[in-house]
């Protein structure tokens, strides 16, 4: 029998992300969140937030709608990463594109005006479906659920302008389920109560 969940939708997509160390217990040499938004009140999009040593510890944010980069700001990075929240940070207009498979590899590249930046995930773990019940994620204000097809990967690399970025992936556990520091996540869809 289907049910209806009754949250009000607030976006659906992918956010798959990339967060790297070079020791298993040592700081971020980088962290990328990179997202491909189908359904928002900005309309559709897709933005790459991105801060690493190849980027000299500075945030750098790339999308193809502005619009809807500050408004994922403010909605949802607020709440679940403070760090790329800031919409003082200015936008670079870039072009998104993927290939691969996750039988083997995943790759998405964004390009602007000077910038040439690839992620790439691979030898992947089994994917699982995960959910977040409203006001569970994120600091502060941040009421929202979410939903979200993780696959995790055990390697991942992060290229800028030929330049490879520093680190390995690292594990998680995510409600006890082992994964990744770098996966993919997609079929994600964000909701909060009406």
Known sequence: MATVDPHEIRLTGENSFMRLRQEEDGPLTASASHWRILLSPAGPGHILFLQSELTDNQVRIYSD??????WLQGEIEQGLNPTFADEGIPVAEATFSRHGDIRAFFTEKIASRDTEISLTWYDF???FLIHFEPGSLGQGHLSH??????TPARRAQ?????RVAQGQPFSMNISGHASSSCSLAWSETWVRPR
């Open 125 to 127: 773990g089994e994917s």
């Open 145 to 150: 659920g979410a939903y979200s097809v993780f």
């Open 158 to 162: 992060l290229v800028v302008n030929g």
């Open 65 to 70: 709608n502005i619009a809807l980069t500050r």
